[in-house]
């Protein structure tokens, strides 16, 4: 079968690799539909090895080269022993984190915080960008009947993006501010407003500004143009907003963040910083601001993600800039994902 395998950075190499063997108790062969290249993909690409392991995983023994793709859809093939949740030919999303179940926070349901954490299409045997693949049972969620395969690659960086903002304590009625539109940034503004909340986003690249635009859901704010601490203090009263969710990874985003979060508000940090940041503590004790950080999402959210795309109609499908196959996945994909012309935001590969 053909597959896209991560070699080293700058080395991504679509081969011909021999398909699953055995499928074993509790496991399912599965046929990928369409899988996003992540931001984590692409730190990869540009600078890894990062997350992918160079020595063997301590939870499962995994190693480069490394099968990429941790954001799919799929079609079951064929079920393992014991396998109930699903059945052949269900379409379905796969939630790819892999835990340890018995460390200290495993036990507290804090899987995704787990000592040993892995991931499928990272740290796994098998990944989304190949025509075949072999998970667990338990990280595959069937598709409500309402979505597509390409909505269906989409959950996981739903799942990404509504943590970010369920991390900030956002109500309906609230004001929030997000930094950075890119698909997460896009996918938490889309959440948000599904919320109740008034969103307004901060971005400068036009691509991902104009996608805010066509969402209609968010007051587009450009850093390099607008006085953004004076929109966002008139439109509250001169109070501020109620959370920040920085999307960008971004020092000059961060320090916004805390000029325009209110007393007693939060910042929520999504984004991934690459080097040190420079903030003012002082800040955070005199106004009560919460700084938070996210990693991944609970484990349990992928239901809940599933049916608000499935039944609130989400449109999670407008983030996505580009469709490629698998052949193109260097040129098309990663070398237009780290050009700095930023003109793609979600780039989704076929698997078929």
């Known amino acids: ?183 997460i940034g896009a996918l938490a503004a889309i959440y948000a407003e599904n919320l109740g909340a008034r969103v307004f986003v901060s971005e400068l690249n036009p691509n991902r500004k104009r996608l805010i635009d066509d969402l209609g859901i968010a007051t587009l704010l450009d850093p390099t143009k607008d006085d953004v601490i004076g929109t966002l203090k008139d439109a509250t009263g001169g109070i501020g907003v109620d959370a920040v969710i920085e999307c960008s990874g971004n020092e000059r985003a961060l320090q916004t963040s805390v000029k325009a979060v209110r007393s007693g508000g939060y910042i929520v940090q999504t984004g991934l910083h690459t080097r040190p940041a420079s903030i003012e503590p002082m800040e955070f004790s005199e106004r009560e601001i919460t700084y938070t950080g996210t990693w991944c999402y609970p484990v349990t959210d992928w239901p809940r993600i599933i049916e608000l795309i499935g039944r609130r109609g989400l449109p999670v499908e407008k983030v996505v800039s580009s469709q490629i196959a698998m052949d193109d996945i260097v040129a098309k994909g990663f070398e237009e994902l780290v050009s700095p012309t930023g003109n793609e935001t979600k780039v989704l590969v076929r698997g078929f």
Request: net charge negative; charged share 15%.
């Open 1 to 183: 079968m053909k597959a896209a395998i991560f070699y080293g950075a700058k080395d991504i190499r679509v081969e011909n690799v021999a398909e699953p063997q055995m499928v074993g108790p509790g496991e399912v062969r599965l046929k990928p539909f369409w899988c996003g290249i992540c931001g984590t993909d692409v730190h990869e690409y540009a600078m890894g090895p990062i997350v992918i392991p160079s020595k063997p995983h301590k939870l499962n023994g995994s190693i480069l080269p490394q099968i990429l793709g941790h954001e799919f859809s799929a079609e079951v093939l064929e079920l393992g022993k014991g396998v109930t949740n699903v059945k052949v030919g269900d379409r379905v999303s796969v939630m790819p984190l892999l835990s340890c179940g018995v460390c200290y926070f495993c036990s507290r349901g804090d899987n995704h915080l787990c000592t040993s954490m892995a991931c499928i299409g990272l740290s796994c045997e098998w990944g989304g960008i190949a025509e075949q693949a072999v998970v667990p049972a338990a990280n595959v969620f069937k598709l409500h009947d309402s979505m597509s395969d390409v909505a269906g690659a989409l959950v996981e960086p739903t799942a990404v993006a509504a943590y970010g903002v369920d991390r900030g304590n956002v109500r309906p009625g609230d004001t929030i501010l997000i930094t950075g539109a890119g698909p």
